[in-house]
């Protein structure tokens, strides 16, 4: 079956637009969740969706944002971008928001911002 | 909150070493741990994962890691490397209400042919 898929895969955005970054999961699964990969923070987590609904949150400002349609795809929204969001954003899908279920992560939507 | 720590930043083996990476975690209560992979270029994947029962865990492509509870360690292992297994290697915990995971800082693995 088809992997997690996230589109797109390269972006380069200025300082000061926004950006929506997309994710589909596994056909079947619906708990989403977004993480952030940078060199010098590593993965850190941002959000978590299942059935349309934010259920966690990691520690980033309210221009981090997201949403969760009825299909379980993802959306990430990042607006007034600075360079530190410079990043590889990841998308995880899982079965159901259960801890230990296995996240099956994307390749990611590499994000520069100049 | 849980959190996990991998003290070897970067590794670099010939192949046909033996591997083991270390992962230690700050919660003493029950655990699960995680070990992913990432590939250059590719998705994190998963490598193996300890919930409960036998602390030595076996996981793909010849990985195992053993928990010790007494040691807070979750350590991977792999007796004999291959040149693709060249990748980073991270360890995580998941926290918070379970539904996401805490990540190590990653360890570098370059294996040399």
């Known amino acids: 079956k088809a992997g997690v898929t996230q589109t797109p895969r390269y972006l380069i955005k200025t300082r000061g637009q926004q950006v929506t970054l997309s994710c589909s999961p596994i056909s079947g699964h619906r708990s989403v969740s977004w993480y952030q990969q940078t060199p010098g923070q590593g993965l850190q987590f941002l959000f978590e969706?299942?059935?349309?609904?934010?259920?966690n949150k990691g520690n980033f400002p309210g221009r981090f944002s997201g949403r969760q349609f009825s299909n379980s795809r993802s959306e990430m929204n990042v607006s007034t971008l600075e360079l530190g969001d410079s990043a590889l954003y990841l998308c995880?899908?899982?079965?159901?928001?259960?801890?230990?279920?296995?996240?099956?992560f994307g390749q990611g939507t590499r994000l520069t911002v100049v | 909150a849980q959190s996990v720590s991998q003290h070897n930043h970067h590794v670099i083996l010939s192949e046909a070493a033996s591997l083991e990476l270390g992962c230690n975690y700050s919660y003493g209560g029950t655990v699960n741990l995680f070990w992913y992979v990432q590939y250059p270029g590719q998705h994190l994947q998963l490598l193996l994962k300890?919930?409960?029962?036998?602390?030595l865990v076996k996981g793909i492509k010849g990985f195992e890691a053993e928990f010790i509870k007494s040691k807070f360690s979750f350590n991977l292992r792999k007796p004999s490397v291959q040149w693709s297994d060249t990748a980073e290697y991270f360890c995580a915990v998941p926290t918070g209400s379970a539904r996401q995971l805490t990540f190590g800082s990653g360890t570098q693995l370059t294996v040399l042919p």
């Open positions: 995880a899908s899982s079965l159901v928001p259960r801890e230990g279920t296995e996240a099956f």
């Open positions: 300890y919930f409960s029962g036998d602390p």
């Open positions: 969706y299942f059935s349309e609904t934010q259920r």
